[in-house]
């Protein structure tokens, strides 16, 4: 199983950046998949998050209206969109996969990857 997350950069205040995240070895279509994000010295926190059926997606109050999340099942991968990103939104990003079946929940995580927004 993999999760491999690649788009993350340096990119000044009130631009833009979308990561990617690929998936192999589970059936990704059947998945949960979510972006986490990690700033120094602060807890992991809930970005984004979209169902694997319906597509339904929800997002941390803090990058509504700036951010979108969405996921081509076909190749296996999830996007995070950021725009008008700010200084605050600097931060490892996480992917995040999961789904529950027979009362056995399945996580998966990948490596992450940097965002830094100057000001």
């Known amino acids: 199983v993999q999760l491999v997350e690649s788009g993350g950069g340096l990119v000044q205040s009130g631009g833009s950046l979308r990561l990617s995240c690929v998936a192999s070895g589970f059936t990704f279509s059947s998945y949960n998949m979510s972006w986490y994000r990690q700033a120094p010295g602060k807890e992991r926190e809930l970005v984004a998050g979209?169902?694997?059926?319906?597509?339904?997606?929800n997002y941390a109050d803090s990058v509504k209206g700036r951010f979108t999340i969405s996921r081509d099942n076909a190749k296996n991968t999830v996007y995070l969109q950021m725009n008008n990103l700010k200084p605050e939104d600097t931060a490892v990003y996480y992917c995040?996969?999961?789904?529950?079946?027979?009362?056995?929940?399945?996580?998966?995580w990948g490596q992450g990857t940097q965002v830094s927004v100057s000001s």
């Open positions: 995040k996969g999961w789904n529950v079946v027979g009362g056995i929940r399945r996580i998966y």
């Open positions: 979209i169902s694997g059926g319906y597509s339904s997606t």
